[in-house]
């Protein structure tokens, strides 16, 4: 049955949301703010890398399913409004910043009259602190005929359009589930959902604030492993074991899993960073600050990653001043261009700190990262020109292209054959028999490596050659733009 409905606020989740909608038969009008955006998706134009988005946000517009404005009036007749606004962290603090979706909340208000009292579904799909979506519905309850019903999303960059039209659940949050109001909320958007249902995705209904705490509790506990197995790293290169063996032996245990396992330089994006500040924030609120008080370590963790490539530099160069550096990769994961909170850019900046010569190179990111350096580092699209000459190579996004260099071709471009593997993709013994000195987090320097201290001994010496990176305030350095 097809639906006619609309999606406010066309960034990365609401333009995947937009055109997957139009793709599953739906009328879809996309609104934001922002002309130029706007502009560019009508003209079938993505204003982001993702893979398969540009095909079906073609496929959208060229059936006339799909359009785009920036009129809140051209809403007034569809019968589902999704929210797709970003809650980006607060200036002043760890706090989601919620002006956007309050804003788009007042508009649509206005306008929701015209359906004359008509059932109509208004579905958040944006990560909020708990609460929010009760304080929203109660902006609503004056609107004849209009129901909340929260329903977050679980988007991996790289898989967005995979993970709309095939999910692997879906969560509705609705004001009191078991209500006649309820039940009505539910069937408009299994209604929406109907090609989605038929394949027996799992769908729960559940009370607004667990839809929210859903949302915040898997990106928390997905940062958590990811930080755990980097904070047990730090232990593996103390004593000389491999992180990587540790990391395969604990994920075969059903309990653990195998995924989020493999150590490096830590987590970033526009998701997880300012989420589980977001959700220690809320819990501050709610009184239950100490409950969460672990993910500050799990933060602090995710900093001292970026701090430790700086240090490795340092070991195997010495003072860092006009040395050349190249950094493979300025996306924050492959397959997307997004560069929020990235940290291969974090480590280039730190790196350029503290003296060196850096480039930048990746096949996407580089204009996100132009518009957040300004000027600060070189960025070389061409891997190869980014390579040549260079004293040491920084592994910091896992792109195909990277991971399947050929160390011995790659050898003969550089100026010293020197690698800092920053996600452990690479094989070390591969790379060493073909001249090159590399260092993995995680993983002796050499494959005979330092080996535990015994208890009553005296420690390891201390690293030498460290080189301080600058000092990171709170939040988040590299800021949305």
Not at 210 to 218: G, N
Not at 304 to 315: I, P
Not at 401 to 406: F, T
């Amino acid at each position: 049955m097809t639906t006619t409905l609309s999606v406010i606020g066309v960034g990365y989740l609401g333009a995947v949301h937009a055109a997957a909608m139009a793709e599953l038969g739906h009328d879809v009008i996309g609104l934001d703010i922002d002309a130029e955006r706007i502009s560019a998706l009508q003209a079938g134009i993505p204003p982001f890398h993702e893979p398969g988005f540009e095909q079906i946000l073609r496929r959208g517009l060229d059936s006339g399913r799909l359009r785009f404005t920036t009129d809140y009036a051209d809403l007034a007749h569809a019968e589902v409004h999704f929210l797709g606004l970003g809650t980006p962290q607060r200036a002043d603090g760890f706090g989601a910043d919620l002006s956007h979706l309050d804003a788009a909340v007042a508009s649509l208000a206005q306008v929701l009259p015209a359906r004359g009292g008509a059932p109509t579904l208004v579905v958040g799909k944006s990560t909020v602190p708990a609460g929010t979506a009760r304080v929203l519905a109660e902006r609503l309850a004056p609107v004849e005929g209009a129901d909340l019903l929260w329903n977050p999303e679980f988007l991996r960059e790289g898989f967005a359009v995979q993970d709309t039209l095939d999910p692997d659940r879906l969560v509705y949050g609705v004001h009191e589930p078991e209500t006649p109001a309820a039940e009505r909320a539910v069937a408009m958007l299994d209604r929406v959902y109907a090609r989605i249902l038929e394949r027996e995705a799992p769908r729960l209904v559940m009370g607004y604030e667990a839809a929210e705490l859903v949302k915040a509790s898997a990106n928390a506990f997905l940062a958590t492993k990811i930080s755990f197995i980097n904070a047990v790293s730090e232990m593996c290169e103390a004593t000389g074991a491999d992180v990587t063996d540790v990391a395969r032996a604990i994920g075969m245990d059903d309990r653990i899993g195998s995924k989020f396992l493999r150590a490096g330089v830590g987590f970033g994006g526009g998701c997880l960073p300012k989420d589980i500040r977001a959700f220690m924030a809320s819990a501050e609120q709610h009184g239950v600050g100490e409950a969460l008080g672990f993910l500050r370590e799990v933060d602090a963790v995710n900093e001292r990653r970026r701090t430790r490539v700086v240090e490795l530099a340092g070991e195997m160069l010495g003072d860092l001043t006009d040395r050349r550096i190249t950094v493979l990769g300025a996306a924050f994961k492959p397959d997307s261009d997004d560069t929020r909170d990235s940290p291969a850019l974090d480590v280039a900046c730190r790196l350029r700190a503290a003296g060196a010569q850096v480039t930048v190179t990746d096949p996407q990111a580089l204009d996100n990262a132009g518009r957040r350096l300004g000027g600060l580092v070189e960025l070389e699209p061409d891997t190869d020109e980014a390579l040549r000459g260079t004293e040491l190579t920084v592994l910091l996004t896992e792109w195909d292209q990277y991971r399947e260099l050929d160390p011995v071709r790659t050898a003969s471009l550089v100026e010293a054959p020197r690698m800092i593997d920053g996600r452990n993709v690479l094989t070390p013994q591969v790379w060493r028999e073909a001249g090159w000195e590399i260092r993995s987090l995680g993983r002796a320097s050499t494959p005979n490596g330092p080996r535990p201290t015994a208890p009553g001994t005296e420690p390891a010496p201390a690293r030498t050659g460290r080189i301080d990176a600058p000092a990171a305030p709170a939040r988040n350095r590299l800021q949305p733009v």
